[in-house]
Nanobody
């Protein structure tokens, strides 16, 4: 019912910046929350940042707070993640996800295919 397409990943040096985009296609009328998640090799999928589509309220992981900014353009059905002061530990596959229930991490059940972010020291 919904297709999510991520873009904007790449390779940067520590301290650099990237801007990720996620375009949503299909049934998005009742989407409650959208978010960015990441998974590094050997690690669990981690919730990076979430934003409520209705009021724009945000939630950030402690590891990225102050460096990453999540935003949305509801008219374009597009989600963004501005990543500044990147660190090697940010290296991961980044996924866009959506929830029709709440912004709780457990309610995200649909994912894009991901975009790779690699940060070198």
């Amino acid at each position: 019912q919904v297709q999510l397409v991520e873009s904007g990943g790449g390779s940067v040096q520590a301290g650099g910046s990237l801007r990720l985009s996620c375009a949503a296609f299909g049934y998005t009328y009742s989407t409650y929350c959208m978010g960015w998640f990441r998974q590094a090799p050997g690690k669990e999928r981690e919730g990076v940042a979430r934003i409520a589509t209705g009021d724009g309220s945000t939630i950030y992981a402690d590891s990225v707070r102050g460096r990453f900014t999540i935003s949305q353009d509801n008219a374009k059905n597009t989600l963004y993640l501005q990543m500044n002061n990147l660190k090697p530990e940010d290296t991961a596959m980044y996924y866009c996800g959506t929830s029709w229930i709440s912004c709780a991490l457990s309610d995200f059940g649909y994912w894009g295919q991901g975009t790779q972010v690699t940060v070198s020291s």
